[in-house]
């Protein structure tokens, strides 16, 4: 059964770095894309980041310079790093995995910003 396991969320001022990193267990064949969305309360799921296996990458315009994604094809797992945060970023954090055409979720991981 395939999984994506998160990790790295948490409360930090703002301004702070938090780095998320999510881990496909379960599955023989690496990820295709891995990607990173977030939903704030009130609001739709948005896309933050993704990248494929070849390491193309993908940002939502308004986080460009601030969140880097990337991935360790090995560990068939992808990172997030988040540079500056401000209170706008608080959301739960979910990461998105595509293997042999099918779409996987992890569980989100909150990460709250604090002014």
């Known amino acids: 059964q395939v999984q994506l396991v998160e990790s790295g969320g948490g409360l930090v001022q703002a301004g702070g770095s938090l780095r998320l990193s999510c881990r496909v267990s379960g599955s023989f064949f690496s990820a295709n894309a891995m990607g990173w969305y977030r939903q704030a309360p009130g609001k739709q799921r948005e896309l933050v980041a993704v990248i494929n296996y070849g390491g193309s990458t993908n940002y939502a315009d308004s986080l460009k310079g601030r969140f880097t994604i990337s991935r360790d094809n090995a560990k068939n797992t992808a990172y997030l790093q988040m540079n500056s945060l401000n209170p706008e970023d608080t959301a739960v954090y979910y990461c998105?995995?595509?293997?042999?055409?099918?779409?996987?979720w992890g569980q989100g991981t909150q990460v709250t910003v604090s002014s």
């Open positions: 998105n995995a595509e293997i042999r055409r099918t779409n996987y």
